[in-house]
């Protein structure tokens, strides 16, 4: 099953005014949620692979307004940790003939924003929660990310 399939599955669900699926098939699980009100939808994807017993596991929103990120303590440092709010793909700038959002050093104010994540084809701008300056990027450009994975090291002060 392929990623537009399971994009035209949960539309599908949204729109019927079901409160659950379970679909199983062969090495894939996907369990769709919707609550009664019907606007917000939960997908757990899970997919085992023969040669990789490890299960990965997937929950995106099916429409959702940007989404700012988290920030943490990083171990005993007094630097933020800007973590991934969603999984999806790693875009260090608006479009290929812009320029990057943020470099190493650039100093930043809360509400702007670091980059893009794009999740099921909506690209989601990640905004800081915190003024400062940056410290490093810790994805390369164009990478998958997880949820709650470390994006940047923010210095507070």
Known sequence: MDLKEIQNLIKFVANSGVA?????????????RTTLEGNTTETTYVQQLPAQPVLQQAVAPVASA?????????ENTNYITVKSPIIGTFYRKPSP?????????????KGDVLCVIE????????????????????????SPVEYDQPLFLVDPS
Do not use: H, Q, R
């Not at 659950?20 to 769709?32: A, P, R, S, Y």
């Not at 940007?66 to 990083?74: C, G, N, Y």
């Open 66 to 74: 940007p989404v700012a990120s988290t920030p943490a303590a990083v």
């Open 119 to 142: 999740a099921m084809k909506l690209f989601n701008e990640i905004e800081s929660e915190v003024s400062g300056k940056i410290v490093k990027i810790l994805v390369d450009d164009m």
């Open 20 to 32: 659950e699926v379970k679909l199983e098939m062969d090495d894939v699980k996907i369990t769709i």
């Open 97 to 109: 003939d812009k320029p990057m959002f943020v470099e190493v050093g650039s100093t930043i104010a």
